[in-house]
């Protein structure tokens, strides 16, 4: 149609309390795909729900794909954003997080459904020291993987700003799970015994990171990323794969070697043709905006969305890329309509 390029628990010999996988163990990512021996793996991301809200509804969304097997699942994390509640006719300023719960809902997945899970770190709005928290507390869950993200400017803030006693830029980040990994915490005074071992992921811009000054300079960094100790990247959207395609032969040039996982995300509404390239600034293909442009309803769109996606999705697949991760957004009914055509 288109032209586009049993939850076990046990004590362990360390005391830590383990959730096993499929086979009996958890896995990195990286090791997930090498075992698959060149097979494309199927995986998803999903959001926690709205402070106040079930699980109920996030494990409504994740059962209908798990017959596709997700070897694991990543779970994003939101900023802190500013509440404004009414207080005696002032306005009182909050800030609060609406959806917290990432590594609380990684351990719950593990549980339900035997995957590894990926918790989404972010260097806004935590310290250093509530890194190193979240991570001991990966660890103690036997969370082995976690993605490496700086997190964007909050809402009213035009820039990024690290916060006090936090992280500037993903590279930092990298570097204190990294040094995690060696057994060295943030104060050298406590004895170490058992270090964790994290698989490491970060995020990597086809079409450039948007505060970027050029792609060959945001490439320079993707490399400072993985040089501080990466392990993978997975892609941000993009709806021509030859803007993938051209960035992994761009990232082998800079010498960046590790596995570069596309991010596909189904377009589902007519609002995303504006909404997508001013988030994100990427661009969208002539013909994708032709056939949203002539659809009548959200419902029409969702399906010209699920039809791209098949289309990028088998190409990607028959290149050899080792996942497709789809971002599902909360809903997994196109998702589900994308893989049962590819796995
Ligand atoms: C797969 C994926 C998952 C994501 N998940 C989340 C999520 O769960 N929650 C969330 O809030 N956001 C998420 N994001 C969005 C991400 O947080 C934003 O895109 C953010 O603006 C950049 O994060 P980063 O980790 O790429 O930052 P960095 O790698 O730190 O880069 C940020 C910018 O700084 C530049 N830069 C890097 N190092 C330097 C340096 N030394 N000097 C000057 N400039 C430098 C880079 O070129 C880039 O422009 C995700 C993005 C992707 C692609």
Redesign the pocket.
């Given at each position: 149609m288109f032209k586009t390029s049993s939850f076990t628990k046990m004590i362990n010999s360390e005391q830590h309390v383990t959730i096993k996988n499929n086979n009996g163990k958890h896995m990195k990512v990286t090791d997930h795909i090498k075992n698959a021996n060149g097979k494309t793996l199927f995986s998803f991301?999903i959001i926690p729900p709205k402070k106040g809200n079930s699980i109920q509804q996030l494990y409504n969304n994740i059962d209908p794909l798990m017959e596709f097997n997700p070897p694991f699942i990543?779970v994003?994390?939101?900023?802190e954003e500013y509440l404004y509640i009414e207080k005696e006719g002032l306005l009182d300023r909050k800030i609060t997080r609406m959806r917290p719960g990432t590594v609380g809902i990684c351990a719950a997945i593990s549980h339900k459904y035997n995957v590894d899970t990926v918790p989404?770190v972010?260097?806004?709005g935590f310290t250093k020291e509530e890194t190193e928290y979240l991570l001991v507390d990966c660890h103690y869950l036997g969370i082995h993987n976690v993605?490496?993200?700086?997190?964007?400017a909050m809402k009213h803030e035009q820039y990024?700003k690290a916060c006090d006693g936090g992280h500037k830029?993903?590279?930092e980040l990298v570097g204190q799970i990294q040094n995690l990994n060696k057994g060295q915490y943030l104060h050298d005074v406590i004895e170490v015994d058992g270090k964790s071992d994290f698989c490491i992921g970060?995020?990597?811009?086809p079409e450039k990171?948007?505060?970027?000054p050029s792609l060959k300079?945001?490439l320079k960094?993707?490399k400072?990323?993985v040089d501080a100790g990466a392990d993978y990247v997975?892609?941000?959207m993009f709806f021509d794969n030859k803007k993938y395609f051209e960035f992994v032969d761009a990232a082998k040039a800079e010498g960046i070697t590790v596995p570069i996982i596309p991010?596909i995300k189904p377009l589902a509404v007519k609002r995303h043709l504006q909404l997508l390239p001013q988030v994100f600034k990427i661009d969208l293909p002539e013909d994708l905006i032709d056939a949203v442009d002539g659809c009548k309803t959200n419902q029409d769109v969702r399906k010209v969305g699920v039809e791209w996606a098949i289309q990028q999705s088998k190409e990607l697949q028959e290149a050899g890329v080792p996942v497709l991760h789809y971002y599902s957004m909360g809903k997994s009914d196109n998702v589900k309509a994308i893989a049962s055509e590819l796995f």
């Amino acid at each position: 149609m288109f032209k586009t390029s049993s939850f076990t628990k046990m004590i362990n010999s360390e005391q830590h309390v383990t959730i096993k996988n499929n086979n009996g163990k958890h896995m990195k990512v990286t090791d997930h795909i090498k075992n698959a021996n060149g097979k494309t793996l199927f995986s998803f991301e999903i959001i926690p729900p709205k402070k106040g809200n079930s699980i109920q509804q996030l494990y409504n969304n994740i059962d209908p794909l798990m017959e596709f097997n997700p070897p694991f699942i990543d779970v994003t994390t939101s900023r802190e954003e500013y509440l404004y509640i009414e207080k005696e006719g002032l306005l009182d300023r909050k800030i609060t997080r609406m959806r917290p719960g990432t590594v609380g809902i990684c351990a719950a997945i593990s549980h339900k459904y035997n995957v590894d899970t990926v918790p989404h770190v972010l260097c806004g709005g935590f310290t250093k020291e509530e890194t190193e928290y979240l991570l001991v507390d990966c660890h103690y869950l036997g969370i082995h993987n976690v993605m490496a993200l700086r997190g964007d400017a909050m809402k009213h803030e035009q820039y990024f700003k690290a916060c006090d006693g936090g992280h500037k830029f993903a590279k930092e980040l990298v570097g204190q799970i990294q040094n995690l990994n060696k057994g060295q915490y943030l104060h050298d005074v406590i004895e170490v015994d058992g270090k964790s071992d994290f698989c490491i992921g970060v995020a990597g811009y086809p079409e450039k990171h948007l505060e970027a000054p050029s792609l060959k300079t945001d490439l320079k960094r993707l490399k400072e990323k993985v040089d501080a100790g990466a392990d993978y990247v997975v892609t941000q959207m993009f709806f021509d794969n030859k803007k993938y395609f051209e960035f992994v032969d761009a990232a082998k040039a800079e010498g960046i070697t590790v596995p570069i996982i596309p991010g596909i995300k189904p377009l589902a509404v007519k609002r995303h043709l504006q909404l997508l390239p001013q988030v994100f600034k990427i661009d969208l293909p002539e013909d994708l905006i032709d056939a949203v442009d002539g659809c009548k309803t959200n419902q029409d769109v969702r399906k010209v969305g699920v039809e791209w996606a098949i289309q990028q999705s088998k190409e990607l697949q028959e290149a050899g890329v080792p996942v497709l991760h789809y971002y599902s957004m909360g809903k997994s009914d196109n998702v589900k309509a994308i893989a049962s055509e590819l796995f």
